[in-house]
Structures are given as C-alpha cells and as structure tokens.
C-alpha cells in the first residue's frame, strides 16, 4: 500500500488549503480513510477520517466545522480541504487508512506512516 499525501504549503492564517492523498495497491473503496497531523514537538493527532462510501465523516474538535474530508473512489484519492486556517494548524499532514477502536478513537490501520505534506499558517 502506498499513501501519497500532496498539497501542502504556506499560507497566511484565514486562508485555505486542499490536501490530497493518492492511494494505491489497496482496495481504496473499500477503506476507510482519514488525515492525521503532527506539530513540532507534539504528538500525532487525529484530524478527520470518512468512511469506506464516503457517507460518513468525523472531525478533531479543534477543526470542526473549518475542515472538510471528501474522496473519489474513482480516483483512489482522499482529500482535506481546509478553511480559516489558524497558526496552530501548522503540522505535517498524513493520509492513513484508518479504523475506529474500542473507546472510539481512530488509528492507522497498517501500523506505518507514508510520506506526509507541510503545512505552514503563519500569523
């Protein structure tokens, strides 16, 4: 399985950014999918994550209502469109195939991390 997260880049905070992830040698419409981040000096967060038709989306408090998770089953992509960025959204961004665990957090299903996309706000 390979994860090709793309779209970073730098961005003045209120402004937007679209990220998108190409996922290939998996069943991609058959996966639930969702993003990740990780600050400087912080842990690995949750962010988003959609289900395997797309029907179903869940968000991080912290991006709730600012963020967006869609995907193409035809294209085996995922995305993040984020709006009103802030500072504290600057992270490198993953794409992961994901599953929900027992107390309802989501994980990354494979266990490993693909190359992830820079996001910087600044202020």
């Known amino acids: 399985v390979q994860l090709q997260a793309s779209g970073g880049g730098l961005v003045q905070a209120g402004g937007s950014l679209r990220l998108s992830c190409l996922v290939s040698?998996?069943?991609?419409?058959?996966?639930?999918m969702g993003w990740f981040r990780q600050a400087p000096g912080k842990e690995r967060e949750f962010v988003a994550a959609?289900?395997?038709?797309?029907?179903?989306?869940y968000y991080a408090d912290s991006v709730k209502g600012r963020f967006t998770i869609s995907r193409d089953n035809t294209k085996n992509t995922v995305y993040l469109q984020m709006n009103s960025l802030k500072s504290e959204d600057t992270a490198v961004y993953y794409c992961?195939?994901?599953?929900?665990?027992?107390?309802?957090?989501?994980?990354?299903?494979?266990?490993?991390w693909g190359q992830g996309t820079q996001v910087t706000v600044s202020s």
């Open positions: 992961a195939a994901v599953g929900l665990g027992p107390y309802g957090k989501w994980y990354n299903v494979l266990g490993r």
């Open positions: 040698g998996r069943t991609f419409s058959s996966t639930n």
């Open positions: 959609t289900t395997w038709s797309g029907g179903s989306s």
